[in-house]
């Protein structure tokens, strides 16, 4: 079995977006593989602490795939500040000979948007809407990168290592099957507030949960990397909460068009057209235009958001929402059938490498300073009694289940195999009993010893 076929077998996805199958990315020739380590949103740990704690297996398994995808070039790209995790790598880049390359990039975000990063590492430009593929790269997450080197050992993806950060007695690393509920992730944490809310990802693109019921049936997935405990009251869930007729209007009254969302823009800023004032200025009238050319011509732009959140979290002075406008107009241009053309192209703006947004500025604007600055050391292993995985931890198809209820399985065992098209094997995190199958997922009672 080669290495996509051993990749595909264990359902290896992206384990630090949104799960993107491995395979598929494994399985052409490349010049430039880059590993990202950058941990790009703030609060989250994780990639550091498996730098920290793997450096022998990231370094093994980046030289594996480094051949296999016939580059000439490998490289870890993380943050210049991340001192320990440096030496950690290089120590074990020297021991192993291995020709690996640690690019150190500064404290920005968002450092680790793959298309930003291949821009800072090769100087190259992905197309709109393209992948790192279109020139010349592979760019997996850190921990995917370890997945691989599990997979070629015969270990599916059924464990997670994330942190627990926010308002806890302390950051904390854990190492948990797949489908723990999140709620015994955030107890193992010790938080301080009885009622929280959770950030299941960073503070800018993560996914808000302050629906208690929901937070209950929320477990770990495969992509799942860090949580965030806040009190429900916090800045980041009152913004999320605000509809889109409370953006539209506040865009109509509000916005000066100072153009701050567009000038610190990361696709604007590689070349990409996108031009968040423009939505801003014009989508008190989307309603009103009615031919599908007059739709495209005024908000063809937003197809090029990557909804990093800079536009509304960082730079508006008036607090406005930019990127929930540029999502809105996005599903509408779907909607319509409107397909954009891309600029395969692109140059980076001459102000790149001085328009980035410094982190701890970002973290300040987002009223999450107390938790800034603490590290999580210790990781816990959590065995629940039971888990529930779901079907689709992964872009594309569900995949379909191969266990009924009452089977017993073994950890590691398929239990659901990858639909058609783009979709991707799931295996059980635990030893034990079927007890539930619905459409999302499958209940697994563990098997006591």
């Keep these: 079995m080669n290495?996509?076929?051993?990749?595909?077998?264990?359902?290896?996805?992206?384990?630090?977006?949104?799960?993107?199958?491995?395979?598929?990315?494994?399985?052409?020739?490349?010049e430039c593989f880059i590993v990202n380590a950058a941990e790009c949103e703030p609060l989250i740990e994780t990639d550091k602490y498996l730098c920290r704690t793997f450096p022998d297996r990231i370094v093994k398994s980046v030289c594996i795939i480094r051949d296999y995808l016939g580059a000439q070039r490998a490289v870890i790209a993380l943050k210049g500040k991340y001192k320990q995790e440096i030496a950690a790598l290089e120590a074990e880049i020297s021991r192993q000979n291995a020709e690996i390359e640690i690019f150190r990039m500064a404290t920005f975000y968002p450092a680790g948007d793959e298309q930003t990063m291949v821009q800072q590492v090769t100087g190259r430009i992905i197309p709109e809407r393209g992948l790192p593929a279109n020139v010349g790269c592979v760019v997996d997450n850190v921990g995917t990168v370890l997945n691989v080197l599990d997979a070629l050992?015969?270990?599916?993806?059924?464990?997670?290592?994330?942190?627990?950060?926010?308002?806890?007695k302390e950051p904390i690393m854990l190492h948990v099957p797949i489908g723990t509920s999140l709620r015994e992730c955030v107890a193992a944490a010790q938080p301080k507030l009885a009622d929280y809310g959770l950030i299941v990802g960073g503070p800018m693109m993560g996914k808000p949960i302050t629906d208690d019921k929901v937070m209950d049936e929320t477990v770990v997935t495969k992509t799942t990397g860090n949580l965030i405990v806040l009190p429900k009251d916090h800045y980041l869930f009152?913004?999320?909460?605000?509809?889109?007729?409370?953006?539209?209007?506040?865009?109509?009254?509000a916005c000066i068009q100072c153009q701050m969302c567009?000038?610190?823009?990361?696709?604007?800023?590689?070349?990409?057209?996108?031009?968040?004032?423009?939505?801003?200025?014009?989508?008190?009238?989307?309603?009103?235009?009615?031919?599908?050319?007059?739709?495209q011509a005024t908000f063809a732009d937003a197809v090029n958001c990557c909804s990093c959140g800079i536009c509304e979290m960082f730079a508006c002075p008036m607090g406005l929402s930019p990127r929930k406008v540029n999502d809105y107009l996005k599903g509408e241009l779907r909607k319509k059938g409107i397909q954009i053309p891309k600029n395969t192209d692109p140059e980076a703006h001459p102000a790149v490498d001085l328009r980035k947004t410094p982190t701890d500025r970002l973290v300040a604007r987002l009223g999450l300073s107390a938790y800034y600055g603490g590290h999580a050391?210790?990781?816990?292993?959590?065995?629940?009694?039971?888990?529930?995985?779901?079907?689709?931890?992964?872009?594309?198809?569900?995949?379909?289940?191969?266990?009924?209820i009452g089977s017993s399985v073994e950890q590691g065992e398929l239990i659901a195999k990858a639909d058609?098209?783009?979709?991707?094997?799931?295996?059980?995190?635990?030893?034990?009993?079927?007890?539930?199958?619905?459409?999302?997922g499958m209940m697994l009672r563990r098997r006591k010893e």
């Design 262 to 295: 567009t000038d610190l823009c990361p696709r604007y800023l590689i070349g990409h057209q996108i031009r968040p004032h423009l939505m801003m200025r014009n989508i008190w009238r989307e309603g009103s235009i009615q031919d599908n050319d007059t739709y």
């Design 377 to 404: 050391h210790d990781c816990l292993e959590l065995t629940p009694d039971n888990v529930f995985i779901p079907f689709q931890q992964h872009i594309g198809k569900p995949a379909i289940a191969v266990k009924g």
């Design 238 to 253: 009152r913004r999320a909460s605000l509809s889109m007729d409370t953006i539209r209007h506040q865009a109509r009254s």
């Design 3 to 30: 290495l996509t076929e051993a990749v595909k077998a264990a359902g290896v996805v992206g384990a630090g977006g949104a799960g993107f199958p491995t395979h598929v990315k494994l399985s052409g020739k490349i």
């Design 420 to 440: 058609e098209g783009l979709s991707v094997n799931i295996h059980a995190s635990v030893t034990g009993i079927v007890t539930e199958i619905t459409p999302k």
């Design 153 to 168: 050992e015969g270990t599916p993806v059924t464990q997670k290592y994330l942190s627990v950060v926010g308002e806890v």
